[in-house]
């Protein structure tokens, strides 16, 4: 055994541990070396061009420079998911995952490169005043259902949890307490104690334990959010994580947040336990995912070291998720992912001689099964640390992740930026050949400057008329249509109720799948994805070949002189407001006794009509008043930008149209870099392979 003073000591684990975290992160690397190559040419075109131009490539390089893909992690409770976080952080003890249950609250982790001079930070936002008493007087989400459904003792004892976790918070700030609602407190440091006085909801306070600390969950209650800035090693690019509380809230205070948070990201990672895999009763986790496309959703099944015989064991519980999921209309072709987050703990920490002995047995009898060809060389399998961070699944769920941000999001984002940056270097080339004219060519034929402004005003306006126009159309539509598949289901679903009240009494409790009605919004929603694409490419097109036509009237530039990079349309979020709780999904004793409550079938009917009617318009509000408005805006900010873009363009060629050419082409000359036409010509071919 070799023998290491400190310093190697450290030196060894800190570039073990950057190579192990660096596993996986292959298509995350070329990202970002794309990024950098694009980075270069903003950089260059900021030389090249005019201070218009320069203004406008250096917001372009902000916007790369802020770019920041995230993925939303959710899971079951006890899944180890916190453990896993901490491993794709590259921090074991980072979040405390030895508290039960550790976190209440929404956790962004902004993961930064390693850079000379990054600081952490930590930030913690607070519930405001009216989202506090919507909890404590409505006992939440569960005690709108209840107080709708009449069940009034069910609602009175979700009352009584919720003036108790009041009054806790009262003990803990005093009188803090009703100043801190809505503030933000910032902090330039993360460590273990603060994230657990503000998202550790942790243990009471006791005299008798010194380890229960008082500080512990402090501000939990009523934190609503939280964001940690941390540099990670080996990460070539930003990342967020957002680690969500779990999806069985008391007062399911949380799962709007939580569903925020998936439609945001785009790309979620469910977590589970290998005990319990996916059963059916993991439907709120099912509802979550299910409108999130299949390659969008990643499924990873923690803590596969508990079991007695992987080998065995694993595609048993892969074949039981398939299962589930295909069963109740899942994203079927999510990819699954097994692991133990212990296992990649120990090998980060280079403790396996710490592993639990069944732990231990269980990673020698899957790395003989298990294939790693896809992360670990040859040399890599012969490592004992680096087999088993191979087994423990972060290389793959590390490797799926970054193939999925380079092929999604940040092929998205690389193409909306050069191709904007595309269209400020087409009109530097413009530029240049108009400098480059004879000053006696004739100018007849060619529009005036005032007349061609006029008419790249009248372009603009007919153009954007033209979008508002057709979503306006297409959002009509779609709320006409969520309303008769409402009205569909309700009609359907009270045909069963009176139906099985014929068939089986009052003193039956009936039930009804609300699956159909999703899948039928999650169709209308389909629709307008497609819909609202095709509006915005007709309306870039449009806009793309009338401004062609005005510059070759105005300045003499064909369309091959200069091109024009139309904007791809803005992606749809998907729908995953639809996975939100509803009366129909819950079978409490509140639902018992509403029957109990209601007299004579036509009461039933009457009264079930209305109770799942307002239980369900808060899908078809949100998806109309929410979604679909915000599909609208995002479509026509992003038609606003390419037009902003293209009057710079119309802005800096008619600049140079007006110049007298011998007085321009001095400017060209003196304000050009070195070898400018080489840099011009790279700096094109480079925008062209990222905008096409």
């Not at 008082?214 to 941390?230: N, P, V, Y």
């Not at 799926?400 to 940040?410: E, F, P, Q």
């Not at 402004?453 to 153009?463: A, T």
């Not at 389909?526 to 007709?538: D, H, I, P, T």
Request: charged content about 25%.
């Amino acid at each position: 055994m070799n023998v290491l003073n400190t310093a190697d000591h450290q030196e060894f684990d800190q570039a073990t541990k950057s190579e192990l975290l660096g596993l996986g992160l292959a298509p995350l690397r070329a990202a970002a070396n794309s990024a950098d190559e694009l980075r270069t040419a903003l950089r260059a075109l900021h030389s090249l061009g005019d201070e218009n131009t320069g203004k406008r490539a250096d917001r372009l390089l902000r916007q790369l420079e802020n770019f920041e893909p995230s993925v939303t992690l959710i899971g079951q409770i006890k899944s180890g998911k916190t453990s896993l976080v901490n491993a794709l952080v590259g921090q074991s003890d980072l979040l405390p995952a030895d508290v039960n249950p550790w976190t209440s609250v929404v956790t962004s982790l902004h993961l930064q490169p390693e850079s000379k001079g990054f600081k952490p930070a930590a930030s913690f936002r607070f519930f405001d005043e009216d989202e506090w008493d919507r909890l404590i007087s409505g006992g939440g989400r569960i005690g709108e259902l209840a107080s709708r459904a009449g069940a009034d003792d069910e609602l009175e004892k979700i009352k009584a949890q919720a003036a108790e976790m009041r009054e806790k918070s009262r003990v803990r700030l005093g009188q803090k307490f009703e100043i801190l609602l809505g503030q933000q407190r910032d902090y330039g440091y993360v460590d273990k104690d603060l994230i657990e006085r503000y998202v550790c909801l942790g243990e009471e306070p006791d005299a008798d334990d010194p380890d229960v600390s008082d500080e512990q969950g402090r501000f939990a209650d009523i934190t609503k959010s939280a964001d940690l800035t941390l540099s990670r090693p080996a990460l070539p690019m930003p990342l967020c994580l957002r680690d969500t509380p779990g999806v069985n809230d008391t007062f399911m205070m949380r799962e709007q947040i939580t569903i925020r948070s998936i439609r945001d990201s785009r790309i979620c990672v469910v977590v589970l336990s290998a005990h319990q895999a996916l059963s059916s009763t993991d439907l709120a986790l099912i509802r979550l995912i299910t409108h999130v496309k299949s390659r969008d959703v990643i499924i990873f099944v923690n803590r596969v070291d508990e079991l007695s015989d992987p080998t065995t064991q694993i595609p048993q519980i892969a074949q039981s998720i398939s299962d589930t999921l295909a069963h109740h209309k899942g994203p079927e072709e999510a990819e699954v992912i097994f692991g133990s987050a212990l296992w990649a703990s120990r090998a980060m920490d280079n403790r396996l001689d710490a592993l639990p002995a069944a732990s231990a047995d269980a990673l020698l009898e899957w790395s003989a099964k298990a294939d790693l060809s896809a992360v670990l060389s040859d040399a890599d399998l012969r490592d004992p640390v680096k087999l088993a961070w191979g087994l423990s699944g972060v290389p793959a769920l590390q490797h799926a992740l970054s193939t999925r941000i380079a092929d999604g999001i940040g092929e998205t984002t690389l193409q909306r930026i050069g191709s904007s940056a595309l269209n400020l270097a087409n009109a530097v080339a413009a530029t240049r050949r108009i400098s480059a004219q004879p000053s006696d060519a004739s100018a007849l034929g060619k529009l005036e400057s005032a007349a061609a402004h006029q008419r790249l005003e009248s372009i603009f306006s007919e153009q954007k008329s033209k979008l508002e126009t057709a979503f306006a159309e297409i959002l009509s539509e779609f709320s006409e249509r969520m309303d008769r598949v409402q009205a569909s289901f309700l009609d359907r679903a009270t045909a069963s109720l009176i139906v099985h009240l014929e068939n089986y009494g009052e003193m039956t409790p009936w039930t009804y799948d609300p699956a159909g009605l999703r899948m039928l919004l999650s169709s209308s929603h389909k629709v307008l994805a497609r819909k609202s694409k095709a509006a915005f490419e007709a309306a870039a097109q449009g806009a793309s070949e009338a401004l062609s036509q005005l510059y070759l009237q105005a300045f003499g530039l064909s369309p091959e002189e200069i091109a024009i990079s139309q904007p791809r349309a803005p992606q749809v979020p998907p729908p995953v407001s639809l996975g939100r709780t509803i009366a129909l999904d819950l079978n409490g004793s509140w639902w018992k006794r509403w029957w109990l409550h209601r007299r004579g079938y036509k009461t039933f009917a009457a009264n079930f009509y209305e109770l799942i009617k307002t239980e369900t318009n808060p899908f078809v509000d949100e998806l109309r008043d929410d979604l679909a408005q915000g599909v609208r805006d995002t479509a026509l900010q992003a038609f606003d930008a390419f037009l902003t873009e293209q009057k710079s363009v119309f802005t800096s060629l008619d600049r140079m149209a007006q110049a007298n050419p011998e007085e321009l082409r001095a400017h060209v000359a003196r304000n050009a870099p070195p070898d400018t036409q080489a840099l011009l010509s790279k700096t094109l071919s480079t925008l062209n392979e990222y905008a096409s």
